[in-house]
């Protein structure tokens, strides 16, 4: 393992750890050596548990449902209580609802603002409190090209996703000085089960592709080994950063 990208002794937690983008930073992050908690909605799911022992690292799942305030406030906790420190934390669940900003209930955009961006700021503030202390930590935020860019019948997902990139600045500029790294990643159209309705509108999806030079979605492995970058010694002085992780679409 080269050393600025060795996690080893490190303990890392992860939302959204079951499938899609979470689950490869996830088995990304202990495969780089780090220990991993899931906090992850259903505390039985233990698929990606096991694939991470088979790593050969240690793995606590962590009930997380970031539409309940009090199991979000705790997991922080759970975890330095379980481990005994927190070294990384990365927040990739995150959900949307997609109407016409007309139409739009405010039903939908209360949950959309209080799991993508709300809960984010606690799980940070939670972690920010067992890592300036100790003067290192890293944090990594799941952007969106809706951090830069308005987008179509997603109002409350494109403001949320502008509040990460803020928020992400926000404690960067106040825990770097602490040895604490904050900064996040802008996926650009990965092939999630989020993306499932695009990828299968036969003239959204040619659109896309027309449109990222790279001329593919991306995957969720694509993402993770940004997550690994930002969660290692090699990021030390990368701080208050979103990386754009499109196949160039922000270029174009």
């Known amino acids: ?85 927190l070294d990384i934390l990365v927040n990739c669940a995150g959900i949307t609802r997609r109407t016409p900003a007309v139409d739009y209930t405010e039903d939908d955009w209360d949950v959309v603002l ?62 770097a000085k602490h040895g604490v790294n904050v900064n996040a990643i802008a996926p650009g159209y990965i092939a999630t089960d989020m993306n499932t309705a695009l990828m299968n509108d036969e003239t959204r999806n040619r659109q896309i592709l027309e449109r990222i030079p790279a001329g593919r979605w991306g995957d969720a492995e694509d993402i993770a080994g940004t997550a690994v970058f930002l969660a290692s010694p090699a990021a030390n002085y990368v701080n208050g950063h979103i990386l754009a992780v499109d196949g160039g679409w922000l270029g174009r």
């Open 114 to 175: 209080q799991v993508n961006l709300k809960h984010v700021w606690l799980l940070c503030q939670h972690a920010g409190r067992a890592m300036v202390p100790r003067g290192s930590g890293k944090i990594i935020n799941i952007a969106s090209l809706l951090s830069f860019q308005g987008g179509i019948n997603v109002p409350a997902y494109a403001a949320s996703k502008g509040g990460i990139a803020q928020l992400t600045k926000a404690l960067s500029n106040e825990w």
């Open 1 to 85: 393992m080269n050393p600025l990208f060795d996690l080893t002794g490190r303990i890392a937690a992860v939302t959204g750890p079951t499938r899609g983008i979470g689950r490869a930073i996830a088995i990304a992050l202990a495969r780089a050596g780090a220990d991993i908690a899931l906090l992850q909605r259903n505390p039985h799911d233990e698929a990606v548990k096991r694939e991470i022992e088979t790593l050969g690292r240690a793995c606590f799942i962590v009930p997380c449902d970031l539409e309940r305030p009090e199991e979000v406030k705790a997991a922080i906790p759970a975890v330095t209580a379980h481990f005994g420190q």
